[in-house]
């Protein structure tokens, strides 16, 4: 059973930061790219980020070099680091296993599963 579950959501005032878990179950965990996406009321869905499966990252401008991805493959764990968070960064997070490949500016990211998502707010 192929699980993926997304945790480490809170309220944070705006200029904080909060670290994201994607603890990933059910498959062999180095075999795919994972990425981060996030979906606001009203909004479309967004990818923010990608690590491949080589450790290669991947941003959307929104998010760059304020977001870091990385993976622990001892823990089958990826970490979304958010930094300087913006009140429009409050959005349901979700994590994903990805097929092909993991640069948002090649095109559309093709995902497989989908973990159940966490609540992100930044609010004064």
């Known amino acids: 059973e192929v699980q993926l579950q997304a945790s480490g959501g809170g309220l944070v005032q705006p200029g904080g930061s909060l670290r994201l878990s994607c603890a990933a179950s059910?498959?062999?965990?180095?075999?795919?790219?994972i990425a981060w996406f996030r979906q606001a009321p009203g909004k479309e869905r967004e990818g923010i980020s990608c690590?491949?499966?080589?450790?290669?990252?991947d941003y959307a401008a929104s998010v760059s070099g304020r977001f870091t991805i990385s993976r622990d493959r001892a823990k089958n764990t990826v970490y979304l680091q958010m930094n300087a968070l913006r009140p429009e960064d409050t959005s349901s997070y979700y994590c994903?296993?990805?097929?092909?490949?993991?640069?948002?500016?090649?095109?559309?990211?093709?995902?497989?599963?989908w973990g159940q998502g966490t609540l992100v707010t930044v609010s004064s």
């Open positions: 059910g498959f062999t965990f180095d075999d795919y790219a």
């Open positions: 994903a296993t990805v097929a092909g490949h993991c640069v948002f500016s090649l095109g559309p990211i093709t995902t497989v599963n």
């Open positions: 690590i491949s499966t080589g450790g290669t990252t």
